[in-house]
């Protein structure tokens, strides 16, 4: 089975710094990776996708992710942290299941609290 | 256009009490699965439907957990005689038709989810 480990259950950055949210698989197939992001009282939203078409990913708020096979990883950055940007961000792998389906495997997640 | 909806968003219960959650997906999506996030967690798998088919239960923890999409739309995830372990987010999310039997890459859509919380 797919996993994915997500280093750092609480990341704290000031504005404007560099975000870095590390996040490393394990995967006996290649993987498919995502990054979803989840704001209070609010559904999980996608970020961005890695699908073996460019190793580089960018994804959506200025947030970007590249996929490392030597390292299995696959760490989400942002160059400048906003306020907004804080929120719990979730790594997760896709794993085929009966029926045609996609389960998710989602890591436990990283809170971003972005300070002034 | 609408995202998934789920009802009620908070759902307080008694021990040993039975709960119904309910699912909306995107219109016109025709796979759905169940997820259960504990506090501090990520969410975890429970259960998937195509269209009206349950195709894959494996992760319901126990026979107390059951779901039904009866339509191939809405979709009920029941929790009978709760225990306060069962207390949890539950989310729902949706996807379109795979393009093929190998595409892994589409993107679910998560609701809100509905917070349970068994006294």
């Known amino acids: 089975a797919q996993s994915v480990t997500q280093l750092g259950s609480h990341v704290s950055v000031s504005e404007g710094a560099l975000v870095l949210l590390r996040c490393n698989y394990s995967s006996s197939v290649p993987p498919y990776l995502f990054w979803y992001v989840q704001y209070p009282n609010q559904g999980l939203q996608l970020l961005l996708k890695y699908t073996s078409a460019a190793t580089l990913v960018k994804g959506i708020n200025g947030f970007e992710a590249e996929f490392k096979k030597s390292e299995t990883s696959f760490h989400l950055t942002k160059p400048s942290a906003h306020m907004s940007d804080a929120a719990e961000y979730f790594c997760a792998v896709s794993d085929r299941i009966t029926g045609g389906g996609n389960k998710l495997t989602f890591g436990t997640g990283t809170q971003l609290k972005v300070e002034l | 256009g609408a995202g998934v909806s789920q009802s009620p968003r908070y759902k307080v219960t008694k021990r040993g009490q039975d709960v119904a959650l309910r699912c909306d997906p995107i219109?016109?999506?025709?796979?759905l699965y169940w997820y259960r996030q504990a506090l501090g967690q990520g969410p975890e798998f429970l259960t998937y439907f195509n269209y009206e088919a349950q195709q894959d239960k494996s992760g319901l923890p126990n026979d107390r957990f059951s779901a039904e999409r009866p339509e191939g739309s809405i979709s009920t995830l029941t929790i009978q005689r709760t225990e306060q372990r069962d207390s949890a987010m539950y989310r729902c999310?949706?996807?379109?038709?795979?393009?093929?039997?190998?595409?892994?890459?589409?993107?679910?859509?998560f609701g809100p989810g509905t917070r349970l919380t068994v006294t």
């Open positions: 219109s016109g999506h025709v796979s």
């Open positions: 999310a949706s996807s379109r038709q795979p393009r093929s039997w190998t595409d892994r890459s589409y993107e679910q859509y």
